[in-house]
């Protein structure tokens, strides 16, 4: 519960920051999975699909971790920076 307290009282900024990379990497997951389904199974003409479905999952789980430290310091920023 402490958790969801904590999202509520944010800043706009970094909740900004850190809503638009949740949304992001849910996109490129739908992506992702959508190029698997595409591809219909791993089959010798389609191993390049495969494999960039396989890249976008990763990079969607970057920019997710991306979002979260980057939110989490904008918001320290904005809380502790006046002192």
Known sequence: MEFLRSL?????????????GILLTCVMLACALLMQV????YRYDT???CAYARHTQDM???VLGAG???SALLEDVLVHGDT
């Open 68 to 70: 979260l430290i980057g």
């Open 47 to 49: 191993v390049l699909l």
């Open 8 to 20: 509520s009282h944010m800043q706009p900024l970094s909740r900004y920051v850190l809503t638009r």
């Open 38 to 41: 595409w591809a219909g199974g």
């Open 60 to 62: 969607a789980l970057l």
